[in-house]
């Protein structure tokens, strides 16, 4: 039988094995966290091969074997917060296709999954071949998918593997007429499923208005390349704080998109539950507010960046951080910097910058010295990136030449994309801490 978003049958799924052959990949030049003894890509004689990843981390590596500048994963908020989201969607009744386009990591995909997740959430045709390739059943496609090519590799995919399941996003009728046009052409077997998108005044993608969205619903019931699985949208394009006025835009918004839900309920092809999907990482209280009652609907969020949380924007928006009693979730993300310059008394220039660290939701922070000072709560604050130096003010002699500091990091999303490789560390509050892991990306 060939399934459906919601279908039970196989599972999520993730090739195990395709995710466990990464400890085998050689260490060596390709990866800007690899340690400093890794070999050079060539040399006379011939480029010698590294140790795989799995060879190093038998040696028990810690964090000073590793330089800077450094992007790492602590181990231990890693776990806290996939098993703290796990267990509230688990209380809220509602499922959970995690957004995978934050970490682009398959190692902590799967272990979302394994924690419960539904599928993946992901944002185009190059992350979706990634997920195929490891193997994900469920996927959430958050955007339209209109290009002839990947519509016909996508009729492929589905043909060739009845547990296979995808969920791609209409806004327009145009865009269904080219999406079947497209689809006929690939001489496609099983019909894409759909959810039509509401969108709000200002946001993003998204039919605008619950009137406009019934006539897209309606196209997708007449294209026979097509099946009309559910509704779903973006609140977070919409607010960007958590003032008054930006909870009353989200909750407006969901609230129109739970009518949307209504509007289309007597349209669904038998034995469909429709799907209702929204939810990021800052506003999913909201959608279970609002949508986690509506009549027959399978309410799926996306939130992908709690994952690794942050300590800049998601620390102030989170929703438990937000709620009073909640165990809140803990960053797992902290950029590791040497002072190389210090030309002022009040200045340090430090070795990682806007291609090593995040600045798009906020600069860096000094959380401490390493083997010294705290910094947190001093007047010492990072002011500016460029390239590859950080301007840290302020720290005096609490950051000499050559000292390492510990940075926080805002936003997750523009953080993973700036590694191929990224320790994970038993605690980075420990002392010295131990290299337990070694997550791959692929962006």
């Known amino acids: 039988m060939e399934q459906t978003f919601t279908s039970s049958g196989t599972g999520p799924g993730i090739a195990r094995g395709a995710v466990a052959a990464l400890a085998d990949e050689p260490l060596d030049w390709r990866f800007k966290a690899a340690p400093p003894e890794s070999p050079p890509a060539w040399r006379p004689g011939g480029a010698p091969r590294g140790r795989t990843v799995r060879e190093w981390l038998a040696t028990g590596p810690t964090l000073s074997s590793l330089g800077t500048p450094l992007l790492t994963l602590d181990g231990e908020a890693l776990a806290h917060n996939v098993r ?25 995909w799967q272990a979302q999954l394994d924690a419960g997740s539904h599928g993946i959430t992901l944002a185009n045709l190059p992350q979706v071949r990634i997920a195929r390739a490891f193997g994900v059943q469920r996927i ?51 019909p894409v499923e759909v959810l039509v998108e509401l969108g709000g005044p200002g946001g993003r993608t998204g039919a605008r208005g619950v009137d406009a969205a019934v006539e897209v619903a309606a196209a997708v019931l007449r294209a026979a390349t097509l099946r009309l699985a559910g509704v779903g949208g973006y609140e977070g394009a919409l607010a960007h704080d958590a003032s008054t006025e930006g909870l009353a835009a989200v909750r407006d918004y969901l609230r129109e998109l739970g009518r949307l839900h209504g509007r289309l309920a007597s349209a669904y092809p038998d034995g469909t539950r429709p799907v209702v999907s929204a939810g990021g990482s800052a506003y999913f209280d909201l959608v279970v507010e609002e949508l986690a009652n509506l009549p027959e609907a399978f309410v799926v969020l996306r939130s992908g960046a709690y994952i690794a949380h942050d300590d800049g924007f998601y620390r102030g928006i989170s929703p438990l951080a937000r709620g009073g009693g909640q165990t809140p979730f803990r960053s797992a993300l902290h950029g590791w910097a040497r002072v190389v310059s210090r030309p002022e008394p009040q200045l340090a220039l430090l070795d990682a910058g806007k291609r090593d660290l995040p600045f798009d939701e906020g600069l860096p922070e000094p959380h401490r010295v390493r083997g010294g000072a705290e910094l947190t709560g001093t007047a010492a604050r990072i002011t500016a990136l460029n390239d590859q130096h950080a301007f840290l003010r ?17 936003h997750p999303c523009t953080a993973f994309d700036k590694w191929t490789a990224i320790p994970v560390l038993d605690s980075a509050d420990a002392a010295e801490p131990k290299v337990t892991g070694l997550v791959r990306t692929f962006f």
């Open 394 to 410: 302020d720290a005096g002699d609490l950051a000499p030449i050559g000292a390492v500091l510990r940075l926080g990091v805002s």
């Open 140 to 190: 959430l496609l958050a955007n339209a998918l209109l290009d002839p090519a990947g519509l016909a590799w996508l009729a492929d995919e589905l043909a060739a593997d009845p547990d296979f399941a995808l969920l791609a996003w209409v806004d327009s009728v145009e865009g269904v007429r080219l999406m079947d046009e497209a689809l006929r052409a690939a001489g496609a077997e099983r």
């Open 84 to 108: 703290t989201m796990a267990d509230w969607c688990a209380k809220a009744g509602v499922a959970l296709a995690p957004h995978g386009k934050t970490t682009m990591a398959p190692a902590l």
